[in-house]
């Protein structure tokens, strides 16, 4: 009967989770930072459009931000720059919005390569390439996620700006355009932009309104490691002597092939003690080193909640160890040690925390059976671990 109840436990965490996985649960580093800063940026061009600043504020620094580095560059602008920045802005809000909520908007990639633009006094080195006729962005992920928050809004939105016809045009870094007579103009008016988007997203809470999802416990991570507090199931052996509880603990090293594979090592411990006929103290003590295979499921699809990290790791694999059963009384003792092996069937639910760290829980099925001759032991033939921990993954 408990067999039974594990495998329709088993089976339930399989359908919930595979009726709910999908592509792209922030499964890659960086893809939860990017789109808290795609919400950032909606949430700013928002109020834009919804008229929640006044335009000619827009690009000017709030007094509340005087010192912030974001300042710099709306304190150079002159007056005429500064009005353009509003203008172009406000006239083309509809259009980065366009970029980020249409379906048809643009597509970001990530590289872990170096990258340069062409520009007419040379190459220079870009944490981020666009390329307007594609609607691609590039961005270059060690470099991203080195970022600030807000400087991440600051890029993102320079980038945005380059999809965008400015004065009928897709705007390039190196050239001229209204009030911006620098050779690098084109640049100059997307940092105004950008630096007028990201400081609007310091002073509306934007930022602060999405802490909580970036220092929350990434799904992402490569290497797991884990350990726990478990019990087995009430044991049902065949035996004079047979200990009902039993307790231990366990931990394992799990490496995250990727999204859904991994495979894992680890070892256990299980004891029992009792004593039978008033005097014969009884204990039995198992020992084990296994290895699995794993399949993981994402039961909530939105990665920036804490239940959108959460996920359902099933393991099948090989276990092995010994068991040691030992008898005294006040007169004499015994005891016996066997080898054990068999088939190991597990399901863990994983909970994030912060920094890393994670809360989980979850049962094994062992089916491992053993006898020691010299007592009469005959072991129940599979048996059910329960076990609750902490893990920390990188």
Not at 15 to 40: C, H, K, P, W, Y
Not at 106 to 126: C, H, L, N, P, Y
Not at 128 to 134: D, F, G, I, K, W
Not at 352 to 370: F, K
Request: overall charge neutral; proline content about 2%; charged content about 20%.
């Amino acid at each position: 009967m408990r067999i039974l109840m594990t495998l329709l436990i088993l089976f339930c965490l399989t359908s919930l989770a595979e009726a709910n996985t999908f592509v792209g649960n922030g499964g890659n580093a960086g893809d939860v930072e990017l789109q808290v800063t795609l919400l950032q940026i909606r949430r700013s061009l928002t109020d834009v459009v919804e008229n929640k600043y006044i335009v000619k504020e827009l690009c000017t620094c709030d007094e509340s931000m005087e010192g912030h580095k974001i300042c710099e560059a709306l304190k150079a602008l002159s007056v005429e720059q500064k009005n353009y920045c509003e203008k172009t802005l406000v006239t083309h809000t509809n259009e980065f919005l366009t970029f980020i909520n249409g379906k048809a908007g643009v597509q970001i990639t990530w590289t872990k390569e170096a990258m340069e633009v062409d520009e007419v006094f040379g190459s220079r080195e870009a944490l981020a390439v666009t390329q307007p006729q594609a609607k691609t962005i590039l961005l270059n992920r060690e470099d991203y996620l080195n970022l600030k928050d807000y400087e991440r809004i600051f890029l993102l939105t320079h980038e945005l700006g380059h999809l965008v016809k400015i004065e009928s045009r897709f705007l390039r870094d190196d050239e001229m355009i209204g009030p911006f007579k620098q050779k690098d103009g084109g640049r100059q008016l997307l940092n105004s932009i950008g630096a007028a988007v990201a400081m609007k997203s310091l002073t509306n809470d934007g930022i602060d309104d999405y802490k909580g999802s970036l220092r929350r416990s990434k799904n992402f991570k490569k290497h797991w490691l884990q350990a726990s507090l478990g019990s087995e199931a009430e044991h049902k052996d065949q035996t004079n002597f047979a200990i009902k509880n039993y307790a231990g603990y366990d931990y394992s090293y799990r490496y995250q092939i990727n999204q859904p594979i991994g495979v894992s090592v680890g070892a256990r411990y299980v004891k029992g003690s009792g004593t039978f006929y008033g005097s014969i103290k009884t204990e039995n003590e198992m020992q084990f080193w296994n290895a699995q295979l794993h399949y993981r499921l994402f039961p909530f699809s939105n990665p920036l909640t804490f239940w959108g990290q959460s996920h359902v790791v099933l393991g099948l694999g090989y276990e092995a160890g010994t068991a040691e059963i030992k008898l005294a009384d006040s007169f004499v003792s015994s005891q016996e040690k066997v080898n054990l092996a068999g088939a190991l069937l597990s399901a863990q639910y994983y909970l994030p925390l912060y920094v890393g760290i994670w809360l989980q829980g979850g049962l094994s099925l062992t089916m491992h059976p053993y006898e020691y001759k010299t007592v009469n032991f005959k072991s129940e033939s599979n048996q059910i671990y329960l076990n609750l921990g902490a893990g920390y993954a990188f």
